[in-house]
C-alpha cells in the first residue's frame, strides 16, 4: 500500500464505529499474550501492555454514557477561557500570571452522580468537580449531556507536576482537544512529544486554533495550512482542526458542535482504547515479529544432543563392560571346567560399574533415588560438550524467533542442566542391559564340556585304577580297545581334546556375541538417554517455542481491527 493511500485511509478511519465487543476481544488477546509470554520476556518491555489491561478493565466497567474529554496545551493558550466559555460559567480561573491552572478542573453536563466513580478513578478533587445543569438553560445543554470536560494545567510548565499530572490524564481520558494559539502552534514540545506520540489516536483527536481573534482574518486560513501540514509531518492526517475565539460565543460555534457529535456518538471511549490496543500492538510487534514457530530444535541437533549425553551419562564405559561382562559370564558358563572356577573368582565389569551383575539381582529401588552406579563422572571435555550441545539446540530451535527470544529459549534448555547427571545415572542404573537370561547355548555348550570332562575324569579313574591294581600285583582289568587304543586312554585324551577344542571353537562366537550385547546394550541405554534429553532440555525449549507461538496469535489477534 503506498504511503498516500495508506493516508486517505487512515483519515477516514475517524468515522469507523468501534464494536465494544470486538474491543474486549482485542484486549483478551492482549491479556492472552501477556499469559504466554510470562516469565519469558522482560517486565520492563510489558508495561504498557499491563497498564492498557489494567486501565481498559475499569474504564469499560465505569460509566460508558459518559464521554471524558481533556483540554490540554500550552500555558496561555486559553484552555480555561475554554473550559469556562463551554461551561458559560467561570469556573476554572484564568489569570495573566503564567501557569495559571495548576490542578485539573471537571465539568460534568448531566447529574453529577454517574460521572463520580469516573472521576474518582481519573482523580479530580471532589472540590473541583462542577455540574453544568440548571432549570434555566436545560435545554441548550441536553446535546451535551454525558460530556465531562477537563481543563488541564499546562504541559510545558516550569512546574514539574503540571506535567506529570497532564501525562497522567491524557493516558485516561477519552477524546483529547489540543489548544494552540497563533504565537505557540509551531512549538516543538506540543509536536514532537504530544501529537507525535497520539498518531494512533487520531479518531478521538481535536485541534483548536484558539485565540484566531488575535490574527487579522486574512491570516487565519494560511495559519490553519501551515498548521495542517505540521499536523500532517506529526502522522496526525486527517484530525479536524478548527480556529476559536474563547472570548466571543460565535468563536466557540465550531467547537460546540464537534464536542455534540462525540457526546452523540458515545464512541469515543471505545476508540480511544481501541488506539491504545494499536499503540500497545505496535510498540510489541518486534518482541514477537512474524516468524513461522518453528515446531522445535531439528534432528541435527537432536542428535547431537543425545551423543553428548551418551558420553556425559558413560555410556560408552557401560556398553564397554557389557561386552566384557558377556565374555566374562559366557567364559564362566561355557568354558572347560578345569578354569572356569578360577574365571569366577574375578570380579564381574559390570558389577564393578554397581550396574546388575549376574542373575539379574537389579539395582535397590531405594539406592535409584540417588547416584545409583559408579560410573566414572563426566569429564572437563564431556561436560563442555554436553554444554555446548544444549547451546545448539537452543539455538537451532530460536534461530528464526525474533531477538527477545532466543534468551528464554536459551534458559529453558539450560533450566533442568542441575538435575540432569543425578537423572542420567537413575536412567542408566534402571536400565536392562540383556544380559540377564543366560543364552540356551551357553548351557548346551557347558554341558558338552561337564560331559567331555566328565569322559577325561573317567578315563584317568579307570587308568589310574589299573595301574595300581598292576602295580599290587593285582588281576590288571580287561581294557575294551577302541581300534589299537585302549578305551580309558580314548577317554582320557579324547575327552581332553574335546574340551579344548570345544573351548577353542566357542571363543570366536563369545567375542561375537558379547559384541552384540554391547550393541544391544548401547541401543537401549541411548534410547533411555535420549528421553531423558527430551524430558529434561528439549520439553522445556518446547515448552517456549510454544509460548512464542500463543503469543504470536494473541498478537495477531489484538492487531485485528
Ligand atoms: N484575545 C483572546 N484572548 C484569549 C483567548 N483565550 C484566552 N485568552 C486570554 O489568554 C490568556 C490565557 O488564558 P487562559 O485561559 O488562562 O490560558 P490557559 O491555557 O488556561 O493557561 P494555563 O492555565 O496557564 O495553562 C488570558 O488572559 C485570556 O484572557 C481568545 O480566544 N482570544
Ligand atoms: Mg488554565
Not at 490496543?277 to 542428535?303: E, F, K, Q, Y
Amino acid at each position: 500500500m503506498s504511503n498516500i493511500a495508506g493516508r486517505v485511509r487512515e483519515a477516514f478511519r475517524g468515522d469507523q464505529r468501534v464494536d465494544a465487543d470486538a474491543l474486549i476481544a482485542r484486549l483478551d488477546a492482549v491479556r492472552r499474550f501477556l499469559t504466554a509470554v510470562d516469565g519469558l520476556l522482560p517486565d520492563s518491555d510489558l508495561v504498557p501492555a499491563h497498564t492498557l489491561v489494567e486501565r481498559a478493565g475499569t474504564r469499560l466497567a465505569l460509566s460508558r454514557d459518559h464521554t471524558v474529554v481533556a483540554l490540554a496545551g500550552a500555558t496561555g493558550s486559553g484552555k480555561s477561557s475554554l473550559f469556562n466559555a463551554l461551561a458559560q460559567l467561570e469556573l476554572s480561573p484564568v489569570g495573566v500570571r503564567r501557569p495559571t491552572t495548576g490542578v485539573t478542573h471537571a465539568c460534568v453536563w448531566g447529574p453529577l452522580e454517574g460521572a463520580n466513580h469516573l472521576l474518582d478513578w481519573i482523580g479530580v478533587l471532589p472540590r473541583h468537580r462542577f455540574v453544568r445543569e440548571s432549570a434555566l438553560d436545560a435545554d441548550d445543554e441536553t446535546a451535551l449531556h454525558g460530556l465531562i470536560l477537563l481543563d488541564l494545567p499546562d504541559f510545558d510548565s516550569v512546574q514539574r507536576s503540571h506535567r506529570l499530572e497532564v501525562d497522567r490524564l491524557l493516558g485516561l481520558v477519552d477524546q483529547v482537544v489540543w489548544v494552540v494559539d497563533p504565537q505557540k502552534y509551531a512549538d516543538r514540545v506540543i509536536h514532537d512529544s504530544y501529537l507525535r506520540e497520539f498518531h494512533r489516536h487520531r479518531d478521538v483527536t481535536l485541534v483548536v486554533l484558539n485565540q484566531a481573534d488575535r490574527l487579522p482574518p486574512a491570516e487565519v486560513p494560511r495559519v490553519l495550512d501551515d498548521l495542517r501540514r505540521l499536523l500532517d509531518t506529526d502522522g496526525q492526517t486527517g484530525v479536524p482542526l478548527l480556529a476559536t475565539t474563547a472570548l466571543d460565543p460565535a468563536g466557540m460555534v465550531g467547537l460546540r458542535d464537534a464536542l455534540e457529535r462525540t457526546v452523540a456518538e458515545r464512541q469515543a471511549a471505545l476508540r480511544r482504547l481501541a488506539g491504545d490496543v494499536d499503540t500497545v500492538v505496535a510498540g510489541l510487534d518486534a518482541l514477537v515479529g512474524s516468524a513461522r514457530p518453528a515446531g522445535g530444535p531439528d534432528d541435527a541437533a537432536i542428535n547431537g544432543l543425545n551423543r553428548a549425553l551418551a558420553g556425559a551419562a558413560g555410556v560408552p564405559a557401560v556398553t564397554e563392560a557389557v561386552e566384557r561382562a558377556y565374555r566374562h559370564r559366557a567364559g564362566a558358563a561355557t568354558g572347560w571346567p578345569v578354569v572356569r572356577g578360577w574365571r569366577r573368582l574375578r570380579p564381574d565389569p559390570l558389577r564393578r560399574l554397581h550396574l546388575p551383575g549376574p542373575a539379574g539381582d537389579q539395582a535397590d529401588p531405594a539406592e535409584s533415588l540417588v547416584a545409583a552406579t559408579s560410573v566414572p563422572d563426566p569429564t572437563a571435555a564431556q561436560r563442555s560438550a554436553l554444554g555446548l550441545a544444549i547451546r545448539a539446540v537452543a539455538d537451532r530451535a530460536a534461530a528464526d524467533l525474533p531477538a527477545a527470544w532466543p534468551g528464554a529459549v536459551t534458559s529453558a534448555a539450560r533450566s533442568r542442566l542441575g538435575d540432569l547427571p543425578d537423572a542420567l545415572d537413575r536412567t542408566i542404573a534402571g536400565t536392562d542391559l540383556g544380559l540377564d537370561r543366560r543364552p540356551l547355548w551357553w548351557r548346551i555348550v557347558g554341558g558338552v564340556q561337564w560331559l567331555v570332562t566328565l569322559a577325561a575324569v573317567v578315563g584317568l579313574g579307570w587308568l589310574v585304577l589299573g595301574y595300581a591294581l598292576r602295580a599290587l600285583g593285582l588281576p590288571a582289568l580287561d581294557n575294551p580297545m577302541v581300534g589299537q587304543v585302549p578305551l580309558p586312554t580314548v577317554l582320557l585324551l579324547g575327552g581332553l581334546l574335546a574340551g579344548l577344542l570345544v573351548a577353542a571353537l566357542t571363543r570366536p562366537v563369545v567375542r561375537w556375541a558379547a559384541r552384540r550385547a554391547r550393541a544391544r546394550a548401547d541401543q537401549r541405554l541411548t534410547a533411555r538417554v535420549a528421553q531423558v534429553g527430551d524430558e529434561y532440555v528439549l520439553t522445556p525449549v518446547r515448552i517456549v517455542l510454544g509460548s512464542y507461538a500463543q503469543a504470536r496469535d494473541a498478537l495477531r489477534d489484538a492487531a485485528r481491527r
